[in-house]
């Protein structure tokens, strides 16, 4: 007898775990975006990724092109001189949101921040890419069907990658920045 107690409780333990996970899936919402920004969130300057939201929590990853430097440099040289060093043509990013209030978040995010000289000579320019953190804050808008925008805007724990060199030689502050559109299959 004592048997089939036991059964029946783990048959009982089963079909509430079934449906505990039954309601735990009906809430994900799984979404594929395309993007623009200064690498976070998008993985370089241009990048595509998906985003996996339940209840007020989400997590995201990207992988992005730096089309932005190669369009402007050229692949292999960095203001007409050689450049050398790491220089993969793809980068990655991955994160974890929280929206706290009608589709404003706040994220943090890690993976490719940019691109940094180590050395520069007359004829070359030894680059290297950087990756750390990056902490946004942004609005996320369902617009029609399933097609949502979102935009960010934030800093790094990087400060060399929080500064950018203009033409005059002067830093400025680069905020972490970009522009989402993505469609999610539940809505």
Not at 78 to 83: F, H, L, N
Not at 105 to 134: H, I, M, P, W
Not at 164 to 170: L, M
Request: glycine share 14%.
């Amino acid at each position: 007898m004592k048997t089939n107690n036991f059964k029946k409780r783990i048959w009982v333990i089963m079909a509430f775990a079934l449906l505990l996970g039954l309601q735990t899936m009906a809430q994900i919402k799984p979404s594929v975006y395309v993007g623009l920004g200064n690498y976070t969130n998008v993985g370089g300057m241009v990048g595509i990724g998906t985003e996996i939201q339940y209840k007020l929590i989400s997590v995201n990853a990207a992988i992005g092109f730096d089309g932005c430097n190669q369009a402007f440099f050229g692949k292999g040289y960095y203001a007409g001189k050689e450049r050398v060093g790491d220089n993969p043509f793809w980068g990655f990013d991955v994160g974890l949101k929280c929206y706290f209030y009608k589709g404003f978040f706040g994220g943090v995010n890690y993976g490719l921040l940019g691109k940094y000289c180590l050395e520069e000579t007359a004829e070359r320019v030894r680059v290297n890419n950087f990756y750390d953190f990056s902490f946004t804050l942004g609005y996320k808008w369902h617009y029609y069907k399933g097609l949502y925008g979102m935009a960010w805007l934030g800093a790094t724990s990087n400060k060399d990658a929080n500064q950018f060199v203009f033409v005059f030689g002067s830093k400025s502050f680069n905020p972490r920045a970009g522009l989402i559109i993505g469609y999610e299959f539940k809505h």
